[in-house]
């Protein structure tokens, strides 16, 4: 079984970072919230957090984003509409019906483009949009824990990521392909 990152995998670029700069771009008044946001996505990037300091960090910014769930609809439409083009077309085509995607993205992000992604089987985090709480971050260890719980007697061959923030799915994987900028290099 192959197991896929979305962000910078099959996603050029972190899609929840530019689903925030998209928002932002809506509603003005969460400017304010720009320097943290990098702030946590350059910490992200450089393997700097754990999932509880990541999940802390990411539910200062869930709550104000969130409020308006007719707002987050259309805005989740109108994102994929303008970035359906930045899915990789040679990763999308690497993925069979029965792999697996595990993302950190949010669920309510990813759902709307299910059906270009060639499979279900897709786990992504889970925040509670009307209380702006994170339930399940799908992060580091948790993305192993998940895989377990849902495909018990599934072995993980193959792992396609951008991150050693997914180092424990690597560690598991008997191969590991490491995608940069679109080009994807076997280190395990």
């Keep these: 079984m192959q197991v896929f990152d979305f962000d910078n995998t099959i996603y050029h670029g972190e899609s929840t970072f530019d689903f925030a700069m998209f928002i932002i771009k809506r509603k003005k008044s969460l400017l304010k919230y720009a320097p943290g946001i990098m702030r946590l996505l350059i910490k992200y990037k450089r393997c700097k957090m754990n999932a509880v300091e990541f999940q802390n960090e990411l539910e200062k910014f869930t709550g104000p984003f969130l409020q308006n769930k007719e707002f987050i609809k259309k805005s989740v439409q109108d994102f994929w509409q303008k970035n359906r083009k930045k899915l990789n077309p040679n990763m999308l085509a690497k993925i069979k019906k029965e792999d697996v995607i595990l993302t950190c993205s949010p669920s309510f992000l990813i759902k709307e483009i299910e ?74």
Excluded: R, W
């Excluded at 499979?119 to 799908?138: H, M, P, R, S, W």
């Excluded at 992060?139 to 192993?144: E, I, P, R, S």
């Design 115 to 188: 059906p270009d992604l060639n499979t279900q089987n897709i786990v992504a985090t889970e925040i509670d949009i009307e209380k702006g709480k994170i339930y399940f971050l799908n992060f580091g260890k948790n993305k192993v824990k998940v895989f377990q719980e849902k495909f018990p007697k599934k072995k993980i061959q193959t792992v396609y990521t951008d991150s050693y923030n997914d180092k424990a799915l690597m560690d598991v994987a008997k191969n590991v392909y490491l995608i940069k900028k679109g080009k994807c290099t076997k280190i395990k």
